[in-house]
């Protein structure tokens, strides 16, 4: 038996199972009257607002697969890489292993269009190195203005080991100098990556530029999910949010339980213990609706169509 072909997902499984179990300890002095009572008043314009970021992140997703087929000389047509990857980071959000799924789901579609499996190999890495890099960028942005974020998880006890401050803001230089070398390295026209018989060239600055701004307006979106969908009683503002946002998005993936499931929510609610919890409560809803569920079926849709004409042609 392939014990590492089920590690990653015995991992994910055990990194749901205990943060929903630390989740329902949270949740116990919750009614569901006060969650539902804090989704009735959310106000109208918020809704449209959290509705509106998120096709915004989902627009930028679709950049990201642009870039990647900019950087492959390779030419899909506008729409297509659109569907294809809406319903690949759609699916791969809920599935949880997104750089694996993805991969699956990108090798299908982009098939159909003359990509060869190296060439998919190529566009899944450089969507992935969009996404970390975005995410260290904007990381290190928030550590400078916030060197005390790390502190509003005091509840779990092993992010209060540790003094703040300088070591936060330090690291918050350190991740800005990280983004800055893979630019210079671009500038420099380094020599293509080789694993085994796989080679990926490094992106030329016209590229790297793009995915400068792309991959930190889709992250940024995101984050304005939670943040138009929070009770605005005791808001501390988009950055602190968007901050939490990060860190515990990040733990999601890292933790590969699908969809982030249990962790996301355990992370956030500590990030924002202060605020009403019924209220945090309902904003996670949200963003698990706009940001995950909603897309899932639209995704479900358009692989059913996809994987229909696929089978009318084939019949032909």
């Keep these: 038996m392939n014990v590492k072909r089920f590690f990653w ?6 990194a749901v199972a205990f943060s ?10 919750i009614s569901l009257d006060d969650v539902w ?9 918020h809704w449209l607002l959290a509705a509106l970021s998120s096709i915004v992140a989902y627009a930028a997703l679709a950049g990201y697969d642009h870039i990647a087929l900019l950087h492959l000389r390779k030419r899909v ?6 569907l294809c990857s809406f319903t690949t980071y759609a699916l791969s959000h ?3 292993g997104s750089v694996f799924s993805g991969a699956v789901i990108r090798y299908r579609a982009y098939g159909t269009k003359g990509l060869s499996g190296q060439d998919v190999g190529v566009l899944v890495a450089v969507c992935w190195i969009t996404f970390v890099l975005s995410s260290i960028l904007l990381g290190g942005i928030v550590l400078i203005l916030i060197p005390d974020l790390f502190e509003r998880f005091s509840d779990i006890r092993s992010f209060t080991e540790f003094g703040y401050g300088g070591l936060s803001a330090g690291a918050g230089v350190v991740m800005i100098l990280i983004v800055a070398a893979y630019a210079f390295g671009s500038w420099l026209h380094l020599k293509p990556l080789k694993i085994g018989s796989f080679e990926i060239h490094y992106p030329r600055l016209p590229i790297v530029a793009r995915q400068f701004i792309i991959g930190p307006i889709e992250i940024l979106s995101a984050g304005a999910i939670l943040y138009f969908a929070l ?10 949010v968007f901050g939490i946002f990060l860190v515990a998005f990040s733990l999601a993936q890292i933790s590969h339980a699908p969809g ?3 962790v996301f929510e355990v992370v956030f609610l500590a990030g924002l213990q202060h605020m009403d ?18 897309p899932l079926i639209l995704a479900l849709i358009v692989v059913l169509v996809f994987e229909r004409s696929q089978f009318g042609r084939a019949a032909n």
Excluded: C, D, H
């Design 77 to 82: 047509s506008w729409l297509f890489v659109t």
């Design 277 to 294: 919890q019924a209220g945090v409560i309902a904003a996670l809803l949200v963003f698990r609706m706009f940001y995950l569920i909603i």
């Design 260 to 262: 982030g499931l249990g």
């Design 37 to 45: 009572t804090s989704l009735a008043t959310i106000r109208w314009n």
């Design 20 to 29: 929903l179990w630390v989740l329902f300890k949270e949740l116990r002095g």
């Design 231 to 240: 009770p605005v009683e005791n808001n501390p503002g988009y950055l602190v």
């Design 94 to 96: 809920n599935i949880g």
């Design 9 to 14: 997902p015995a991992v994910g499984l055990a």
